[in-house]
Every structure is written in structure tokens, then in C-alpha cells.
């Protein structure tokens, strides 16, 4: 069974730094596309950043030149990197991955991340 795990929300002033971590563990894993979702209280889940297994990556408009996304594709691992953090940042983020082993859409537990003004 792959899950995923997701390490690195926290509180963080505005202006301020955070990195998140998500890997994907288990045996049967071929993962594909990777992103990162949030979700702010009393608003829909939105995507903030996606990449492919070729490096191609996608952004929400309102993270664009704040937010940079990547991947170790050794590890199964994706980051995403995010600077100038603002209060309207703050959200449980939830990585997803497409596992192509088992044609299988994964999501991690949630990592909160809060940005104080």
C-alpha cells in the first residue's frame, strides 16, 4: 500500500519562509503527477502547484513568484518552496500523487501552515 507523508507546515510571520515536504512510501509505486492543494477554513480545496515526472510545472495565479515547486524522483519526494508568505496563505496544504502502478489518485493526511500578520 503507498501513502503519502507530508512534513514541514508550521506558523510563520508574513513575509517569512516555509518549506513542505511530501514522500511517497510503500511498495507498487510508479508515481506520475505530483501537487500541492489547499484548503482555507469555509473555502474550497484549490490546487497551488503541480509537476510532472518531466519536470513540467503549473501554478495558481496567486502564488506565482512566491511559490516554486519541485521533485526528487529517486525519493518519490515533491517540495514546495514558499516564500512571501501571507496571511491568505494560510490553509491545510494536502500533497496528491497519481500513482500509475495502480491508477490510484493519493492524498497525504494535511500540514497546516499559518502566516500572522
Known amino acids: 500500500q503507498v501513502q503519502l507523508v507530508e512534513s514541514g507546515g508550521g506558523l510563520v510571520q508574513a513575509g517569512g519562509s516555509l518549506r513542505l515536504s511530501c514522500a511517497a512510501s510503500?511498495?507498487?509505486?510508479?508515481?506520475?503527477?505530483m501537487g500541492w492543494h489547499r484548503q482555507a477554513p469555509g473555502k474550497q480545496r484549490e490546487l497551488v502547484a503541480a509537476?510532472?515526472?518531466?519536470?513540467?510545472?503549473k501554478y495558481a495565479d496567486s502564488v506565482k513568484g512566491r511559490f516554486t515547486i519541485s521533485r526528487d524522483n529517486a525519493k518519490n519526494t515533491v517540495y514546495l518552496q514558499m516564500n512571501s508568505l501571507k496571511p491568505e496563505d494560510t490553509a491545510v496544504y494536502y500533497c496528491n500523487a497519481l500513482n500509475m502502478a495502480t491508477m490510484t489518485d493519493l492524498w497525504g493526511q494535511g500540514t497546516q501552515v499559518t502566516v500572522s500578520s
Open positions: 510503500g511498495t507498487g509505486v510508479n508515481i506520475n503527477a
Open positions: 509537476i510532472t515526472s518531466g519536470g513540467s510545472t
